[in-house]
């Protein structure tokens, strides 16, 4: 696929603010059923996978006959406006019935009569199969990811952080050439690896860059009249080395200084600056906050870029000193 700009949609380029309730519980569910990724899922996904296999119809509901086995998602499951899972069911559920069968219509053959009977029903808006959808998505979430979220959250802080420094230092081309391994930015085209053979114009609206925790390629929304979306693969920072490392000396006043900085990420060259410490010594410690859970890492180019993670996050609760 080939996405074409305009020098509008290149001043055009933004990054969702959080990650989308609606759409992570619908490609988890995808995952879970999945038996092979185009490309591996990461260590901690795998490890989620693991331990949700079990009792995933019971938790899923109508959620697997909707994202189980298709090849895409209905478009009305995904709202990339709704700010958080509430208002993207809400949205999801109030979908007018002419667009439910359009996007119901080209899903597989429901895998049992009474997912075919609910379909069939949902297609023509039905009030009682619109509140199992809503129940179903509502029950996965609170079972199965919202004990995930804040990891999620975080992982979304270290790529948008990312995708701006990497936009401040090398411009919109070093942005659009950095998202994917596989993509390629040939001014004033990117091209993605995606199935079938199709141009879509931007026409002057934009691109909303939507960074997924399980997405494991990349989605494009055509909206008319508006800025097209593009769900990509998030990046994640570097993990702890081990759990042995994380019983490493935490307390102190250089990386309680360290954490305090961390409110904004930063570079390593950045936080030895602030904290008035020599670049290797705030490496060192970056070290021990990360192997701890503390702070997360990327690594990008020769630079080194800190993020803290929900845990660092609270060790800071309370501590209003700027």
């Known amino acids: 696929m080939r996405l074409h700009f305009t020098p509008a949609d290149l001043r055009q380029i933004s990054f969702a603010p959080v990650p989308n309730a609606l759409l992570e519980s619908l490609l988890s569910v995808y995952g879970l059923h999945a038996k092979r990724y185009d490309t591996p899922p990461q260590p901690d996904v795998r490890e989620w996978r693991r331990r949700m296999n079990s009792g995933l119809a019971d938790r899923a509901g109508v959620l697997s006959d909707l994202a189980g086995a298709a090849a895409f998602l209905p478009d009305f499951l995904f709202q ?4 958080d899972l509430a208002t ?4 999801a559920v109030r979908t007018p019935a002419s667009q439910l069968a359009a996007d119901l219509a080209p899903l597989p053959p429901p ?12 297609s023509a808006g039905a009030a009682e199969a619109r509140r199992r959808l809503a129940s179903d998505l509502h029950r996965y979430f609170d079972s199965s990811l919202e004990p995930l979220w804040p990891r999620m959250r975080a992982a979304a802080t270290v790529d948008r952080a990312l995708r701006a420094e990497t936009l401040l230092r090398g411009g919109v081309d070093a942005l659009l050439t950095t998202l994917g391994t596989r993509w390629q930015w040939r001014p004033p085209v990117l091209h993605l690896p995606m199935s079938g053979d199709h141009d879509v114009e931007l026409c002057g609206h934009g691109l909303l860059l939507f ?15 508006q800025s097209a979306v593009l769900v990509y693969p998030m990046h994640r920072g570097d993990a702890p080395v081990g759990a042995a490392d994380a019983l490493g000396p935490l307390v102190g006043r250089t990386r309680a200084e360290i954490l305090a900085v961390l409110r904004a990420p930063a570079t390593t060259t950045a936080v030895a600056e602030k904290v008035g410490v020599s670049l290797a010594s705030a490496s060192q410690h970056a ?3 990360r192997n701890a859970g503390l702070i997360s890492t990327t690594r990008m180019g ?3 870029l800190h993020v803290l ?3 660092g996050s609270a060790m800071l609760h309370g501590d209003t000193a700027g």
Do not use: I, K, N, Q
């Open 80 to 83: 990339p406006d709704a700010a």
């Open 88 to 91: 993207g069911v809400e949205l």
């Open 111 to 122: 895998s049992s009569p009474g997912v075919d009977r609910w379909r069939r029903e949902l």
């Open 211 to 225: 960074p997924s925790y399980f997405a494991r390629s990349c989605a494009l929304m055509d909206r008319p009249g």
């Open 287 to 289: 070290t021990v906050l």
């Open 302 to 304: 020769g630079s080194v």
């Open 309 to 311: 993670t929900p845990l």
